[in-house]
């Protein structure tokens, strides 16, 4: 007997008589994964969708159901009036497309998702490595909504009750239908921008007047953050309660992501940093002991290079504790890792001296080829820029991100050993910091 419906096989590309569900999920998730599909703004929702049609026709109780009776057998779709694939992500997952995530809780028997706190604030903040090798104490004056004082969040004034909302008759929510794909249409649960996914709202003229029934007013609070030494790009700096409040709830989260500028000396490799320092001839030769860098705290860094050691071009040194201050243990820092380049001397200084006594101290011009090739062509000598080629050759090998992409998965064809690698697709975010 065929489905009733196909949405799910259709999001994962199957027919409805697939037999290997696990193996052509694998190979979607491959190709739908966001990290793949930067540029998409569509591709996490997509992504998601194909997830939760997974985690249904992988189970063959669950499969059954579906072909059975539909989206509707599962609790949720169009013919039982419920909100489709975003109430069916929900079941699976703890969150919607349009809601849910961290501050919400489900109501599984079919109520719209309710808030546990405010909204969280994530704000870019944008550093230097300076910033992060020294530290930084911020100071700072920040806006956001807090319960009104006068209505104590109600919204009303005196003893002014709430209404059912028209909009959404009361449900705080109403549904919303988006194109999931060709001819085919996924329904998700939007919360009511009349009632702000209350279900209920006071009339205008029973407002409050400080705050106009919304229940909240703005408030100016100064604020500071710690950017720690050693911290990393993308690492998170929480500021508890510090973001909007809504009536009856706890106040929501600020949250700095750290955003750290590209240094114009230094390169930084986990704790360690990089550096590229030049050098003269004669200091390649003969030896140096001199300041050769001022690191990022200021400090000139003096190095005294071993007597009868000859530096060789992109030969390199490391200097131990010059490095990154280490998160939480700043105190101890990793190394410090130097790059030589050799300054070759000038045709003007070349005029100045002697070259056929500087000929004889230099080491004698290499020999022929022995044996020497049969057929010799003369080339003609040109100058190049070696960095435009290496440019080119990589946007050539660029290419390679697909077969890597699928080797680190295993391969389109290999078999999944347990649920566990499913996980893995999902990613994980920066550590967070709570000050």
């Not at 591709?43 to 009776?69: G, N």
Request: some cysteine.
């Amino acid at each position: 007997m065929a489905p009733v419906e196909t949405e799910l096989y259709d999001l994962l590309g199957v027919p409805v008589d697939a037999k290997d569900i696990k193996k052509a999920y694998k190979r979607r998730a491959i190709a739908e994964h966001p990290d793949k599909n930067p540029n998409d703004p569509d591709a996490s929702q997509r992504f998601q969708e194909m997830v939760a049609a997974y985690d249904v026709l992988k189970e063959p109780e669950t499969r059954a159901i579906y072909d059975e009776r539909g989206l509707s057998g599962l609790g949720g779709g169009p013919t039982s009036g419920g909100p489709g694939m975003d109430d069916l992500f929900a079941q699976f997952f703890g969150g919607g497309f349009g809601s849910g995530g961290p501050g919400f809780e489900f109501d599984f028997m079919g109520g719209a998702p309710r808030r546990t706190k405010g909204q969280d604030e994530v704000i870019p903040y944008e550093v230097t490595l300076e910033d992060i090798y020294n530290g930084k104490h911020v100071r700072m004056d920040m806006e956001r909504q807090v319960e009104c004082n006068s209505c104590h969040g109600s919204g009303g004034k005196g003893k002014a009750k709430p209404k059912k909302c028209v909009s959404c008759d009361g449900r705080g929510w109403s549904i919303s239908q988006a194109p999931i794909g060709p001819n085919m249409y996924g329904t998700s649960r939007v919360r009511c921008v009349e009632c702000h996914g209350k279900g209920e709202k006071i009339r205008a003229k029973d407002a409050c007047k400080k705050c106009k029934g919304v229940g909240t007013v703005k408030e100016k609070k100064r604020q500071e953050i710690f950017v720690e030494k050693g911290m990393a790009d993308r690492q998170r700096i929480v500021l508890a309660g510090a973001g909007d409040q809504e009536p009856g709830l706890p106040p929501g989260d600020v949250i700095f992501a750290l955003k750290v500028h590209k240094h114009a000396k230094f390169e930084r490799s986990g704790n360690d940093l990089l550096t590229n320092v030049k050098i003269t001839l004669s200091e390649a030769l003969f030896g140096f002991s001199r300041i050769l860098l001022t690191h990022l705290d200021g400090r000139g860094i003096k190095v005294t290079s071993p007597p009868g050691k000859i530096i060789k071009p992109e030969s390199s040194i490391v200097l131990r504790g010059e490095g990154m201050p280490k998160p939480k243990i700043p105190d101890q820092k990793g190394d410090l890792y130097v790059v030589f380049e050799i300054e070759m001397p000038d045709a003007q200084w070349l005029n100045t001296v002697d070259v056929k006594a500087l000929q004889a101290l230099l080491p004698p011009q290499s020999a022929a080829l022995d044996p020497a090739p049969e057929i010799v062509d003369e080339s003609q000598y040109e100058e190049s820029d070696i960095l435009d080629v290496r440019a080119r050759s990589f946007a050539a090998g660029s290419n390679f991100f697909d077969d890597g992409f699928a080797h680190q998965f295993g391969g389109a064809d290999d078999d999944w050993e347990d649920e566990d690698e499913e996980d893995e697709m999902h990613g994980g975010e920066p550590e967070c910091t709570t000050q």
